[in-house]
């Protein structure tokens, strides 16, 4: 039953996490890219500590003890993370909201590398198929909005912003893997040992950007803690989204975990049409429907 619980919750955690980045992208332009950073960390943490601590109080979960191996595993995790939504974010003055999520998601590919470095996990031959499929999606909508001749393909699959996809990507995937390797240091409850190494990562994430931006970005700092009533919705949306990444990294594979997570362009699209009245192609759908079919691959084949 715990082996399948990690479908449920990565879903949720997809979804919330789509929600986060809409409300990112929204307060973008009003903060900047790093304040908008920012947001997610400094606002999400008192809610990261309150989960924690109702774990503690209400159903009597012991706080795991840290050890050397947890605490690079956040301080990678944190840093990783950290430079992986400031990517993210910038990319949003590339491309349109979907397309602009669309080039992070070849993550699962790397994240399966840095489970194999790491942990020395491997990708069975049909949840390997499953990636692949999922990648292929995405890549069909993010050159949806191209014209399929050479040169534009050219400049979709290794112009900036693809690129600056890819080492978003690439930095989610580290920084998923890291997180997989301090929550399993930990011994106890799985929702205690994940919720734990949230607190502990998502304080150091605060403490080095708010230092940072007090020295470089002071402007931003500010103008991030004046938007604090919708700051607040991105902290909590945010930390539903961790709690729910963190849980399913303990219970399974990273990249598993995030080749599920796939699912969240379909929201993107969603959000796309609903929230910023972009139109959706028909080959956005088709991309949506190879996630689709990725997603059933892997979860039956796990």
Not at 47 to 52: G, K, S
Not at 87 to 106: C, E, I, M, R
Not at 107 to 134: D, K, Q, T
């Amino acid at each position: 039953m715990t082996m399948d619980l990690w479908i449920p919750i990565t879903i949720f955690a997809a979804f919330s996490q789509n929600v986060r980045s809409a409300l990112q992208k929204h307060l973008k332009g009003q903060i900047g890219t790093t304040g908008a950073t920012f947001i997610r960390f400094g606002y999400g943490l008192p809610f990261a500590a309150v989960y924690v601590a109702v774990l503690h109080a209400i159903f009597g979960m012991d706080l795991p003890t840290p050890n050397l191996t947890f605490a690079g595993g956040v301080i990678v995790g944190g840093i990783a993370q950290i430079l992986a939504t400031f990517l993210l974010v910038s990319l949003f003055s590339f491309k349109n909201f979907t397309v602009g999520t669309a080039y992070s998601k070849t993550e699962p590919i790397l994240a399966a590398a840095f489970g194999w470095l790491f942990l020395g996990e491997l990708v069975g031959p049909l949840p390997g198929l499953a990636i692949v499929i999922g990648v292929v999606g995405v890549i069909v909508i993010s050159l949806a909005r191209r014209k399929l001749e050479a040169q534009s393909i050219r400049a979709a699959l290794l112009g900036k912003p693809a690129l600056i996809g890819l080492a978003s990507a690439a930095f989610f995937g580290l920084s998923a893997a890291s997180y997989r390797v301090a929550s399993l240091s930990l011994e106890g409850d799985l929702f205690m040992r994940a919720g734990f190494a949230l607190v502990c990562a998502t304080l150091f994430q605060t403490a080095i950007m708010g230092i940072w931006m007090a020295f470089r970005a002071r402007d931003e700092l500010h103008r991030s803690l004046t938007t604090w009533r919708t700051s607040l919705w991105v902290g909590f949306a945010g930390v539903a989204g961790s709690i729910g990444w963190f849980t399913a990294m303990t219970l399974q594979q990273v990249a598993y975990v995030r080749a599920l997570a796939q699912i969240e362009l379909v929201f993107t699209l969603a959000a796309s049409v609903l929230l910023f009245r972009e139109k959706i192609l028909p080959a956005e759908v088709l991309g949506c429907v190879l996630i689709a079919g990725s997603v059933a691959v892997l979860v039956l084949s796990i």
